[in-house]
């Protein structure tokens, strides 16, 4: 099995709480509500949202994705940071074992934070993940992360 790393970084006017509450604690009511156009439902299949949870997204109709499953691997609230792990799915699944994820929200100096995630995809034995299949995902992901920046910026009562 092969481990293929990858990491990403984005800054936002944000604070980092909002952002963690948002994006890590609260995404199950968050992103449904924001983005319904792309995703259908987030719930919890086993747990409460505290480690060892397995949280399932239900994408909308008509994506090349009907869903995903994250176990919950760690959340740590005082540092702002989560590790979690794509256990399932309907399509990336061919060439991927899974792929263990870190997220941090760091301060930045203008009272906004750095927004790092790390992800590492263990391939299958013999199977080859080509750059535009994660760049995908990613891009997918840093979507994310904007909107989620662009509804907390209209409205700053919001996970305050």
Same mark, same amino acid.
């Given at each position: 099995?092969? =481990?293929?790393? /990858? #990491?990403?970084?984005?800054?936002?006017p944000?604070?980092?709480?909002?952002m %963690?509450? $948002?994006?890590?604690?609260?995404?199950?009511?968050?992103?449904?509500?924001?983005?319904?156009?792309?995703?259908?439902?987030?719930e919890?299949?086993?747990?409460?949202?505290?480690?060892?949870?397995?949280?399932?997204?239900?994408?909308?109709?008509?994506?090349?994705?009907?869903?995903?499953?994250?176990?919950?691997?760690?959340?740590?609230?005082?540092?702002? =940071?989560?590790? /979690? #792990?794509?256990?399932?799915?309907?399509?990336?699944?061919?060439?991927?074992? %899974?792929? $263990?994820?870190?997220?941090?929200?760091?301060a930045?100096?203008?009272?906004?934070?750095?927004?790092?995630?790390?992800?590492?995809y263990?391939?299958k034995?013999?199977?080859?993940?080509?750059e535009e299949?994660?760049?995908?995902?990613?891009?997918?992901?840093?979507?994310?992360?904007?909107?989620?920046?662009?509804?907390?910026?209209?409205?700053?009562d919001?996970?305050?």
């Open positions: 099995m092969a =481990v293929t790393c /990858y #990491t990403q970084e984005f800054k936002t944000i604070a980092p709480s909002r %963690f509450k $948002a994006l890590i604690l609260d995404s199950h009511n968050l992103m449904p509500k924001i983005v319904p156009q792309g995703i259908k439902s987030i919890f299949i086993e747990g409460d949202g505290g480690v060892g949870s397995i949280k399932q997204t239900n994408f909308a109709e008509g994506g090349h994705l009907k869903y995903l499953k994250h176990r919950i691997d760690t959340i740590d609230i005082e540092n702002l =940071v989560c590790k /979690y #792990t794509l256990i399932e799915g309907d399509v990336v699944f061919d060439k991927i074992e %899974f792929v $263990a994820y870190e997220v941090k929200f760091e930045s100096s203008d009272g906004g934070c750095m927004c790092k995630m790390t992800s590492e263990h391939t034995a013999g199977a080859e993940l080509k299949d994660i760049k995908q995902g990613k891009d997918k992901a840093m979507g994310l992360y904007k909107v989620v920046e662009e509804y907390l910026l209209a409205n700053s919001v996970y305050a």
